[in-house]
């Protein structure tokens, strides 16, 4: 028995990065994505700021099905979260917490992961069945402090991130204890083949300080 959200929670965890993705066609979208899987980061979060990400999300899982983890982000409401799951989306992510998207993706068995950035929003989303909270907004407010100040009373916490983390800082956040980090730019723009270059990076510098820390 293969068990959905247990087992799509453990592989981003595994995984520790994973593509943002905003684009124009679903072309670019699997160009994207072979950039990802060769660099060895085979996780990416469509997001439904852009009205074509469930195609993006279906054409992504027709071609690649399980080698890549495909999820749906920036899904504020439980018509998208329904939406996105229906178009192939094995996790969920949004820039707010909700009730009722938590309620669809736990019918369902798809991991949510809701934008906290109090401890008190973070606790709610941990009641809601949340399998990551993910610190939001971080990029320029509140950066790697904000994983901290989470883990540190709550070390059990499930962290995601995203906004602000590059090469030079994703040491940092993962040292500080987040489970998986979004990234945009890094594993977005250019060519499949530089993808795939900072890909790789992304991935040694994972399992290099994960291996420091002895995990």
Known sequence: ????KARVTQRL??????????????????????GCVRGGVPAMEISYTNANAGDV???????????VCVGAGTVMEPATARLAIMAGSEFVVSNIGSGEVARACNLYQVPYA??????????????????????FPISNTYGVQLVTLFKTPTPWMPLM?????????????????????????????????????????????????RAEMGE
């Not at 028995?1 to 959905?4: A, D, P, T, V, Y």
């Not at 965890?13 to 072979?34: M, N, P, S, W």
């Not at 489970?179 to 990076?201: F, R, V, W, Y």
């Open 161 to 209: 991130a995203s906004g602000g983390i590059g090469l030079g800082n994703l040491a940092e956040w993962v040292r500080a204890g987040v489970d998986t980090c979004g990234m945009g730019g890094l594993l977005t723009k250019g060519s499949a083949d530089e993808i795939a270059a900072n890909a790789a990076q992304v991935r040694r510098i994972i399992d290099e300080t």
């Open 114 to 135: 809701p934008g906290c950035t109090t401890a008190t929003e973070a606790a709610r989303g941990l009641e809601m069945g949340a399998a990551f909270i993910k610190c």
């Open 57 to 67: 999300i279906a054409a992504v899982k027709a071609k690649y099905g399980d080698e």
């Open 13 to 34: 965890a595994e995984i520790g990065a994973f593509a943002v993705v905003r684009v124009g066609t679903v072309e670019r979208g699997l160009e994207i994505a072979d």
């Open 1 to 4: 028995m293969r068990l959905q």
